[in-house]
């Protein structure tokens, strides 16, 4: 379900940003802003400032910043739908009628009548495993030899399906479920000729609940020999899609806030046995590898995983999956390989939880499993091995949001795959970095063409840091329409190609262009997958130049002015490095009408250079190496 546009937008006007987030933190009015010491890093002088007017946060300490919905979701750790609904709840605004009310209410009454009618196959099934007599005689013959206690059985509800093709329809029946509802539920198979079959017969049933702890779907091992498959799991139902829920979460959820970290394990008893034997701060993924929305769901509880599946090859790669998936949502993961292949319920059962929890930590940093993987039967020696190796590890690096910790781990990877040539690793670093991410993804060009993209990679590797000039334009222009219609006309678009704020020159000049208004959510709109700039919007709206109304915009200008200058003086000499490459690549290959042009193209913008510093000026703001003579 999504909210209209609209009524987010009206919703950000109307909820007092203030309001909201001084609901969470302690604010004090500074100026135009509230300032607070920052909930998302630890400080003691405040440096995170929210400014009501624009209905925008910032920390000028740790960097996060955005609308009242990101603070909402950030903190309490939410969906965007979730954190719009705690908004208009705190102000007071009704949610406004989904365009879809009415699907959206009989899919809800559905999902309903679904977990009602597993609540009573549940309840029958247990039973059934309790004191079913001769029939469940092998689930608990299964149960016992597995060592499951009666009160594990109880804690994760465990039951038994008897073998029958309508002993569970006939029960839900007899509860008085109509026949519509029963083969909505999943838990009987249609027949093609009318009617419907029990779906899991002879089995032992395994419930998988949600949050709050309502069967939503079933999985259910076959208890007679040569009965495939060997676990059946429930299909989607109104209240079931796959790869929504987590098996254990809702008996292991308090225990994993409690102690931080959440161990990961696949199958239904590597829950199960280390939880009866105390390790309880456990989840599993089941089947499928672990998704997006599973790692979101783990994310309300725990920002620390330890990844622990099985030790054979498919599970090794469900695990770097798994690791993959982790990083995308900001975890921190690390790896269990328990010896032998075992499983975490076969090695807990042989050696007990004690030497489980030794293991477990000494879980390695998911860096070093994926480059432990990566190097496994491979020699460093032969280049292509190697290129294969650090083609491996990549995609792990990439996955890491954090900018800083992307670093290291690149370094630390590069640095065991033994990369050691520079601009190779500063291709390899920008293919990683998210704004990289489309060269990365190009068609290989021929050799020369290749080595190029490398230098320029590189040359433009060097500015990664948005400049003082650059952002110090932005701040001018972001904030003041007049400067805005004064400046940006003589703005061209290769004085910020090629910036790391490349993106939101080119949100501000089509904004300007369009007519539309310049600020947060606009310019969020436009530049909506850039990272840079989704931290760089909040700090240059929040650095508005004090200009009073009515003053004189004349230093303004000149300001806005230099830096525009320094952006075209930098981007020429961008160019000219560039060119002195390109240069003395004809001057080699003889190539005298390459060089002929080339060598103009470089006489001109030494001259075009020289034109814009005025005489006796600096050539280069400080920081700014320039090649040039
Ligand atoms: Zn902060």
């Not at 955005?66 to 954190?83: D, I, K, Q, T, Y």
């Not at 030497?355 to 879980?363: K, N």
Request: net charge negative; with cysteine.
């Amino acid at each position: 379900m999504r909210f209209p546009q609209t009524f987010i937008d009206e919703l950000r006007r109307q909820a007092d940003i203030v309001r909201v987030v001084g609901d969470y933190v302690t604010l004090k009015k500074k100026g135009a802003n509230w300032m607070a010491c920052c909930p998302f890093h630890q400080e003691k002088t405040p440096s995170f400032s929210v400014n009501p007017s624009k209905d925008i946060f910032y920390c000028f300490g740790c960097g996060k910043g955005g609308s009242v919905f990101n603070f909402v979701m950030e903190l309490e750790r939410v969906s965007f739908p979730e954190a719009v609904r705690i908004v208009a709840g705190k102000a007071g605004v009704p949610l406004p009628e989904l365009v879809e009310d009415k699907k959206f209410e009989t899919r809800r009454k559905e999902a309903d009548e679904v977990v009602q009618l597993n609540a009573w196959a549940l309840e029958f099934w247990e039973r059934q495993l309790q004191d079913g007599g001769a029939e469940a005689r092998a689930a608990r013959e299964y149960v016992e030899g597995r060592g499951l206690s009666e009160e594990t059985c109880r804690t994760f509800r465990l039951g038994y399906a008897p073998n029958s093709w309508d002993a569970l329809g006939s029960y839900l029946k007899s509860k008085g479920a109509g026949i519509g509802e029963i083969e909505r539920s999943g838990l009987v198979v249609k027949k093609e000729q009318g009617g419907y079959y029990d779906r899991f017969r002879g089995r032992l049933i395994f419930p998988v609940a949600d949050a709050q702890g309502r069967a939503v779907a079933f999985g259910a091992r076959a208890m007679r020999p040569g009965d495939e498959p060997k676990y059946l799991n429930s299909p989607e139902t109104a209240a079931y899609t796959k790869g929504r829920h987590l098996f254990g979460l809702s008996v292991s959820r308090d225990e994993i806030r409690r102690k931080k970290f959440a161990i990961l394990v696949e199958g239904y008893l590597d829950l199960i046995v280390p939880f009866q034997h105390g390790v309880r701060n456990v989840v599993a993924s089941l089947g499928t590898a672990l998704t997006p929305e599973q790692a979101k769901l783990l994310g309300r509880f725990a920002r620390k995983v330890v990844v622990n599946y099985d030790g054979d090859r498919a599970g090794v790669k469900a695990a770097k999956r798994a690791i993959e998936v982790l990083l995308a949502e900001d975890f921190e993961a690390k790896v269990l390989v328990l010896p032998d292949g075992a499983d975490p319920d076969e090695f807990i059962r042989a050696h007990g939880a004690e030497e489980y929890s030794r293991r477990r930590g000494q879980a390695v940093p998911h860096t070093q499993f994926v480059t432990e993987q990566a190097l496994a039967g491979r020699d460093l020696r032969n280049p292509a091995q190697k290129a294969e190796a650090v083609e491996e590890v990549l995609p792990f690096v990439r996955a890491v949001r954090n900018a800083i910790q992307r670093r290291e781990y690149f370094d630390m990877t590069m640095d065991t795959l033994r990369v050691e040539d520079p601009s190779l690793r500063q291709e390899l670093w920008r293919s990683v970095s998210p704004r990289g991410g489309a060269a990365g993804a190009q068609a290989p060009a021929d050799a020369q063409q290749r080595s190029e993209d490398v230098r320029r990679k590189v040359a433009r590797s060097a500015t990664a840091a948005p400049t003082v000039a650059e952002q110090r334009l932005l701040e001018l222009l972001v904030n003041d329409p007049e400067l805005r219609d004064a400046v940006l006309p003589h703005v061209v678009e290769s004085d910020y190609a090629e910036l790391p704020t490349e993106s939101v020159f080119r949100a501000l000049v089509t904004l300007h262009a369009a007519g539309r208004p310049v600020d947060f959510s606009t310019l969020s709109e436009l530049t909506d997958g850039d990272p840079l700039a989704a931290d760089l919007i909040p700090l240059v709206l929040m650095h508005e130049p004090e200009r009073a109304e009515g003053e004189a915009t004349d230093a303004f200008f000149a300001e806005a002015e230099s830096c525009l200058m320094t952006l075209r003086l930098m981007s020429y000499d961008r160019r000219l490095r560039e060119l002195a490459g390109e240069i003395a690549a004809a001057d080699r290959a003889g190539d005298a009408e390459l060089l002929g042009r080339l060598v103009m193209e470089d006489l001109e913008l030494k001259r075009l250079r020289t034109a814009l510093q005025p005489a006796g000026a600096p050539v280069t703001p400080a920081g700014d190496t320039s090649s040039s003579s």
